[in-house]
C-alpha cells in the first residue's frame, strides 16, 4: 500500500516499516530496556476522557494559536531526531518542507545530517535547532554561534541524555561501529528502493552538525549512535544552562524535564520554555510519562513558561488532551518519521494532514470552534479518585 491510502498513523508505521531495512526502523520505533515508559506513553491517552459540550455552534473552527512570537496553524512542532538521512535522503529537509508547508516549526537535531545552514533556507520555515551538551562549551557555543548567524530564533537544549540510554535494539544490530551484521545486509539486500533513495547518491549519509567532535571517517552515521554517545558530558548541570542562557538571547528551551522541581528552576534560570519528555521511552526506562504531570507541572509554573511535552503523539485526539491539560504545544518525534519513510516528504505532509483532520473534527465534537475554548471543564482523569 502506499503511503496516501494510509488512514492513520498506525498504518503509515506500519508502510514504513515494509520500506525500510529492519535496522533502520527498529532505530526508530523501539526503546530503551524494557520499553515500559515507551508504552506507557501511549496508555496513558486511555486514562483521559472527554466530557464535550455538543449544542455549540461548531460551524467555523480554528486550530491557530501563537506560540514564542509566533503564529503557528496547529499546535504541533516536528521534534529533533538524529540520523534522518537514514530514512530517505535529505531527511532533514524533507521534514523542514513539510514542516513549513503546514505552518509549524520543525526542530532539526545536533545529530543531523544535513547542515543547519541549509535547513534555514526553507521557504516560510521556521526553524528550531536542538543542542546537545557534547565535550565542552566550546563546540557548543560554535553551534550557536552558527543558529545566530544563521537566523534561528529557538535552541532545544537536550537534559534527558548526559549518559546515553540502553537500547538494546541498536547494540544487536550494530554489533561494532559502524559494521552491519549480515543479518543487517542481507536485510538491506531486500529493500533496494531503500538502496537506491540512501546509499547510491551520497553513501552513508554523515553527520554534519557535529564540528569535529568525531573524526571524518568516523562521521558515517552506520552504527554511529554509540560512538558520538561517548562525547555527551555526563557533567551536565544548571550552570551550564545559566552559561548557555547569557550566551545565547533567543528563545531558550529546555528538553527533558520531568518534574515540578525542574520547571520551577527552569523559571528561575530565565528559561523561555519546556519540553516535557522521557525522550520517546529510549532513555531512563520506567520515567514518568509527560502527560502524568503536565497538570502539576502547569499548575506550578502559571504562565511563567511556555509548556510543551512530547512521548506518544499519534492521533489528533492524543494533541487535544495535552492542550485541554495545559500545555502550548507537542512535538513529533517518530509520528512524522513513520510518515517519512512511507512515503517522503508527500509521507510527512499525509502524516500531518491527518493529525490536522483529527484534531479539527476533535475540537468540534468537544464543543468548540478553537483552542482558546479548550479547558479543563472538558475532560477528566479517569484514574483520579471521582467528587
Ligand atoms: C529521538 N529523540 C531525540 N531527541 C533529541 O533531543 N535529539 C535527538 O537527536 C533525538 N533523536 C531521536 C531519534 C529517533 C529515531 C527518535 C524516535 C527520537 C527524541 C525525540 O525528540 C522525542 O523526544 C521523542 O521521539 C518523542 O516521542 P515519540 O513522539 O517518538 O513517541
Same mark, same amino acid.
Given at each position: ?38 508504552? /506507557?506513553? +501511549? ?5 483521559? #476522557? ?20 509566533? $503564529? ?29 508547508? $503546514? ?31 557534547? +565535550? ?11 543558529? +545566530? ?34 543479518? /543487517? ?7 533496494? +528502493?531503500?538502496?537506491? &533513495? ?10 554534519? /552538525? ?26 551536565? /548541570? ?25 520547571? #520551577? ?16 521511552? #529510549? ?30 503523539? #499519534? ?12 500545555? &502550548? ?59
Amino acid at each position: 500500500r502506499r503511503y496516501d491510502q494510509a488512514l492513520s498513523i498506525a498504518e503509515l508505521a506500519e508502510i514504513a516499516r515494509r520500506r525500510l531495512p529492519n535496522f533502520v526502523y527498529e532505530y526508530i520505533h523501539g526503546g530503551a530496556d524494557d520499553e515500559v515508559s515507551l508504552r /506507557n506513553n +501511549r496508555a496513558v491517552f486511555n486514562r483521559y #476522557r472527554f466530557t464535550p459540550k455538543t449544542l455549540t455552534d461548531v460551524s467555523q473552527r480554528d486550530l491557530g494559536r501563537d506560540l514564542l512570537g509566533h $503564529r503557528v496553524s496547529m499546535p504541533v512542532v516536528i521534534g529533533p531526531t538524529g540520523f534522518n538521512g537514514m530514512i530517505t535522503q535529505d531527511g532533514d529537509s524533507k521534514l523542514a518542507r513539510a514542516a513549513a508547508d $503546514r505552518g509549524i516549526p520543525f526542530t532539526l537535531s545536533n545529530a543531523s545530517t544535513e547542515p543547519l545552514e541549509e535547513i534555514a533556507k526553507v521557504p516560510g520555515g521556521w526553524p528550531w535547532m536542538q543542542i546537545y551538551f557534547y +565535550r565542552d562549551h566550546d563546540y557548543v557555543k560554535n553551534l550557536v554561534d552558527r543558529c +545566530r548567524a544563521s537566523g534561528y530564533d529557538t535552541i532545544v537544549v537536550t537534559t534527558d541524555s548526559a549518559i546515553y540510554g540502553n537500547r538494546e535494539w541498536d547494540t544487536r544490530n550494530y554489533a561494532r561501529p559502524f559494521v552491519l551484521n549480515w543479518r /543487517n545486509k542481507l536485510h538491506v539486500l531486500s529493500r533496494p +528502493r531503500w538502496m537506491k &533513495d540512501v546509499l547510491y547518491p551520497h553513501g552513508v549519509p554523515t553527520f554534519k /552538525n557535529l564540528g569535529d567532535l568525531l573524526p571524518p571517517e568516523d562521521s558515517s552515521v552506520q552504527g554511529a549512535a554509540a560512538e558520538i554517545g561517548k562525547h555527551l558530558m555526563p557533567s551536565l /548541570n544548571w550552570e551550564d544552562i545559566r552559561w548557555l542562557r547569557d550566551n545565547w538571547s533567543g528563545n531558550l528551551l529546555i528538553k527533558g524535564i520531568l518534574s515540578v522541581e525542574e520547571a #520551577r528552576m527552569a523559571v528561575e534560570y530565565g528559561i523561555d520554555g519546556i519540553v516535557l519528555s522521557n525522550h520517546g521511552g #529510549r532513555q531512563l526506562d520506567s520515567s514518568v510519562s509527560p502527560m502524568e504531570i503536565l497538570p502539576e507541572v502547569r499548575a506550578a509554573v502559571g504562565d511563567a513558561l511556555t509548556i510543551l511535552l512530547d512521548g506518544g503523539f #499519534r492521533r489528533g485526539s492524543d494533541i487535544l488532551k495535552a492542550v485541554l491539560l495545559g500545555a &502550548d504545544a507537542v512535538l513529533l518525534g517518530r509520528t512524522t518519521l513513520y510518515g517519512l519513510g512511507a512515503g517522503g516528504q508527500a509521507g510527512v505532509e499525509h502524516a500531518l494532514g491527518l493529525l490536522h483532520k483529527e484534531m479539527d473534527r476533535t475540537l468540534g465534537l468537544l464543543g468548540c470552534s478553537n483552542l482558546q475554548e479548550l479547558d479543563r471543564s472538558l475532560i477528566r482523569d479517569a484514574c483520579a479518585p471521582q467528587t
